[in-house]
């Protein structure tokens, strides 16, 4: 009978839709299980057959798990605020809203057309402001929070505020910018100005100078992970290092509930490695060191305490506030000069730079607190003011940077003794280094120093012991126009919330996405963007009046705001009232299983654990982490197509004859091969692109040859492969089992469209054990113990590669069991209805074509999973190989219930086995149980 895949899938696709087959409620007896897919970004391009790979897998769990009986929440929603959209309406002028509408719906029709099982009645945008009303309330509700460290946990900011009243700082302990100290009464006294300063100083969402990645092309503030190589990734435009008044999160203040949450989580190893190393936990001492000729002291973190005798110079970060003060006039202009250059540098740069040490040399002097030896302080870009306080004080002997940094500067290095043999070995050309006895370290081990010296530090009242994160506060505010706006208007200098009855703070209108002549964001270009405290609205910027009429926050919210919490939104994402009830949220919980990849490690996924740990501090929610299970999926790599171009010229030269010439590599579009051959057709490749008209081209045996090269699929490069068309040829069912086919989940591996004609033949071959000829046939007749046994064993390897998130080798199963029953010509229904559920999760629309010929109603998508009967596995006969001095001579069939014993003599009294004994008495009998015989003579 012809599979008609293209007539099959649309009719279950529309019936899907018609009937809200996957649509979840929240109130049901079911046990939950929530699967979720990392929020997409929709971009022009749509989909490419490398996107629905993690899509699938979450796709196939979703469907076992409902076959199980769970309640299963499988949402879907797009990411839609962020540069391209921007950008691409800076070009055309075309309102980022209308592209990115458009780009969801070519998303949402591919997505349809794989036969994805999500809930599409609970499908969020971020640029909705319907979403984006309760992610203004979250920043809201952040800014109205303090960090209790006595708690530890985010309360409400009227907490702080009656300890100021009661106490003022005495026996505060927050998390806070820089440390204040003030009694009750001066808090009771002091203006309403100083006294939102104050609070400024320990809000979770704060505004604060701020050194950032600014790129003046695209008029704003990048992230670190925007930024590759000292220019933007989006436009490769150059960056710099700025001090801004900038919007930030206290992240930092969860950097230790961070860290622990992670021992909780069943997530990859390598991703909770990503996240210690960027938190960054280290402890040692903050110690204090005098300027020479100054009053100001540069204060140090160091986690090396016991190496202060060995510290020779100072370092400070170029951005230190010290730097301009303790600069002498004869070093101002090369220290001037080193600024700028580092300006250029993201602090990822300089962080990875880890062997080109620069630096200049301020004109001044700390004071060594043991020593009171004068060390010369420096300023370097190996320094980075984020981190610690700043400054470091070198001891080259026994830090790698260090010791770069003195050899080039012609720094004296001094080698602390030490009985620790880990610490010795670190240290840096010994033979070039002073030795330093000193008496606080002789006969001690590195701990035994460390402590020590620490409590001689906090004796002379020059520091302390304490525990430091390499983590930062989140920068949340960018310089552009299609984000969420922030809900901040400013009166007398401070900003204030708006209320939250004036939710959602809708994106203004403007006429055009640059920034003012002034410079201000887009926003300062919106006519109709100013707070009326009075009347509680929004009114024309031109009645601003600093009295009852404010401006607003001009600055929008990063990209990773909307995407830091949509998972929440997912459990109720109608309510207008609350971004999820509690009844919901305490439904769903957690999200179960969590797939997507891996390069979110330390954006997003610490992003939104922090989110959801505040949440949970606040009495909103109830579970500390968000995602308790995380699958990295791999990536599908496209392969990509090369012509060589001789330089200077327009001449293409083939591959092989390329190495005769100078010549660069150029990608071409995929779709200008021949077939699915390597051989370019030229014609094609002239018409391709204008600067391509006049190609000429020098041929090998009258063809053109491109170099191939497996490499990450990419519109850039040219290799994608557009899954509408794979489904056209060959189905969706035919893409989703070929995508997991391909191998293990986790690892990446190359696209090839002709190993599709395997699969797609399965299908056909599953398809035909239905029919007879042309006729659909299946019989009420008993399965024999060989059909259920072929049917029981892929339910137990079903099973199991499913649970364990091995889909590959279930494909593999899928197609012996099929080619088993096709040998045994079985078409018996109590084989072939368990058959086609088992399958379904990964060829959804085959198997309910199949179901509904089976006679059912009902979509198969609820139907029960198979149970396995191990009792169908028991072998009834064993065939056991016989090997004579280790060499395999006979084969015999025997009963699998026979002993050992039993099957020694069975074996001796065969015909075979007494004419190779020839009367001889074996002098060795191993019986290996149901395995094999082995016999000595």
């Known amino acids: 009978m012809f599979y008609d895949h293209q007539q099959i899938e649309k009719k279950w696709q529309k019936y899907w839709e018609d009937n809200q087959t996957y649509k979840t409620s929240n109130n049901t007896d079911k046990p939950k299980f929530y699967v979720l897919d990392m929020f997409p970004y929709p971009s022009g391009a749509g989909l490419h ?17 409902r076959n199980q009986g769970f309640n299963v929440l499988h949402p879907v929603g797009y990411d839609s605020f962020g540069l391209p959209a921007e950008q691409y309406a800076i070009q055309t002028g075309q309102h980022p809203a209308i592209t990115t509408e458009q780009n969801i719906n070519r998303y949402e029709e591919q997505l349809r057309k794989i036969g994805f099982s999500f809930d599409w009645s609970r499908e969020v945008r971020t640029s909705d402001a319907s979403y984006y009303k309760w992610t203004q309330w979250i920043f809201i509700e952040l800014f109205h929070s303090w960090y209790n460290k006595n708690t530890d946990k985010a309360e409400s900011i009227s907490t702080l505020i009656k300890h100021f009243e009661e106490k003022g700082t005495a026996d505060l302990n927050a998390n806070q910018n820089d440390e204040l100290n003030f009694t009750a009464e001066e808090w009771k006294n002091a203006s309403e100005i100083d006294k939102e300063d104050i609070l400024l100083n320990y809000r979770l969402a704060y505004r604060a100078e701020t050194t950032v990645n600014w790129c003046p092309a695209l008029g704003t503030v990048l992230a670190n992970d925007e930024v590759k190589d000292g220019k933007s990734e989006r436009g490769g435009f150059p960056v710099f290092q700025k001090k801004m008044m900038q919007w930030s999160m206290r992240i930092s ?9 992670l021992k909780t989580l069943d997530w990859p190893q390598p991703l909770k490695d990503s996240q210690e190393y960027w938190i ?9 060191f005098n300027v020479d000729g100054h009053d100001e002291t540069v204060e140090v973190f160091t986690t090396r305490p016991d190496t202060i005798f060995g510290a020779t110079f100072m370092v400070l970060a170029p951005e230190n506030p010290l730097v301009e003060t303790i600069t002498t006039a004869e070093q101002k202009a090369e220290v001037d000069t080193y600024i700028e250059e580092t300006s250029k540098k993201t602090e990822r740069d300089r962080m990875s730079d880890v062997k080109n040490v620069s630096g200049a040399f301020t004109g001044s002097y700390a004071i060594n607190p043991f020593s009171n030896e004068k060390m010369p302080i420096y300023i370097s870009d190996y320094v980075l003011m984020g981190y610690g306080t700043g400054a470091v004080m070198a001891v080259p002997a026994h830090d790698e940077r260090d010791h770069r940094f003195a050899k080039k500067f012609n720094l004296e290095i001094k080698k602390v003794v030490e009985t620790d043999e880990d610490v010795q070995e670190k240290s840096f050309d010994s033979k070039d280094s002073v030795c330093v006895n000193s008496d606080f370290l002789n006969g001690l081990n590195y701990n035994e120093a460390k402590v020590l010296i620490i409590d001689a530090i906090e004796k002379k009242g020059i520091g302390h012991g304490t525990t430091n994160y390499r983590q930062r506060d989140a920068i949340f505010s960018r310089q552009r126009y299609w984000g969420e706006p922030v809900p901040i208007y400013y009166k007398d200098g401070m900003p204030y919330t708006l209320p939250t009855s004036a939710l959602p703070l809708e994106l203004p209108e403007v006429e055009k996405y640059l920034p003012t002549e002034d410079g201000d964001p887009p926003l300062g270009n919106a006519k109709s963007f100013a707070w009326d405290e009075a009347n509680q609205k929004i009114v024309d910027t031109n009645l601003i009046d600093e009295k009852t009429i404010f401006p607003l926050e001009l600055s929008t919210m990063p990209g990773w705001a909307g995407s830091s919490w949509y998972f929440l939104r997912y459990m109720d994402p109608k309510n207008d009232k609350m971004f999820a009830s509690p009844e919901a949220s305490n439904y769903w919980g957690q999200v179960d299983l969590y797939i997507g990849g891996s390069e979110h490690a330390t954006g997003h996924l610490l992003y ?32 990509s197509a ?44 002239k018409a391709w692109r204008p600067d391509y008209a006049d190609a000429e081209f020098i041929l090998e045996d009258g063809k053109y040859i491109t170099g191939r090269e497996v490499e990450k699929m990419s519109k850039s490069k040219y290799n994608v492969v557009n899954p509408d068309d794979i489904c056209e040829e060959y189905g969706a069912d035919g893409l989703r089992l070929y995508e997991m086919f391909l191998g293990p989940l986790e690892q990446s591996k190359p696209w090839n469209t002709q190993g599709l004609s395997g699969v797609y033949g399965f299908l056909k071959k599953f398809w035909n054990l239905y029919f007879n000829g042309e006729v659909f046939e299946v019989s009420e007749e008993e399965p024999t113990k060989a059909e259920y046994k072929v049917l029981h064993t892929l339910i137990k390897k ?14 593999s199963s899928f197609m012996i069991a099929v080619n088993e029953l096709q040998k045994i010509k079985c078409n018996k229904r109590n084989i072939l209805e368990p058959l086609a559920v088992i399958i379904s999760p990964y060829a959804p629309h085959i198997c309910e074509e199949l179901w509904s010929k089976l006679g059912h109603n009902e979509t198969i998508e609820f139907e029960k999973f198979p149970l396995l009967n191990e009792d169908y596995l028991i072998e009834d006969e064993i ?12 084969k015999i069939s025997l009963p699998s219930t026979l002993s050992p014993k039993e099957v020694e003599d069975s074996v001796l009294q065969d015909d075979k086995m007494g004419q190779i004994l020839e009367g001889k008495t074996p002098k060795k009998i191993i019986v290996v149980p149901k395995k094999i015989v082995n016999i000595v003579i």
């Open 608 to 639: 939104s654990r922090f989110w959801n740990m505040f949440l949970k501090d606040r009495g909103y929610i109830n579970n500390d982490e968000p995602f308790q299970k995380l699958i990295n999926q791999g990536m599908i790599l496209g392969m």
């Open 253 to 261: 203040a969860y950097s230790e509930r961070l860290l622990q949450g």
């Open 798 to 811: 079903v099973v199991y590669d499913i649970e364990n998130f091995s889909f590959n080798t279930s494909v």
């Open 280 to 288: 960054g936990k280290s402890q040692g001492a903050q110690v204090k």
């Open 879 to 890: 065939l056991y190989p016989v090997s004579v001095n280790g060499k395999m001579k006979f």
């Open 642 to 685: 090369f012509v060589y171009r001789i330089d200077g010229t327009n001449q293409y030269v083939s591959k092989n004859l390329a190495k005769e010439y100078q010549t660069q590599a150029i990608h071409v579009d995929v779709s200008l091969l021949k077939g699915t051959s390597d051989e370019l057709d030229t014609e094609a490749f």
């Open 49 to 65: 057959v490398g996107h629905p790979l993690g899509y699938i897998a979450s796709d196939i769990y979703a469907r076992y798990k």
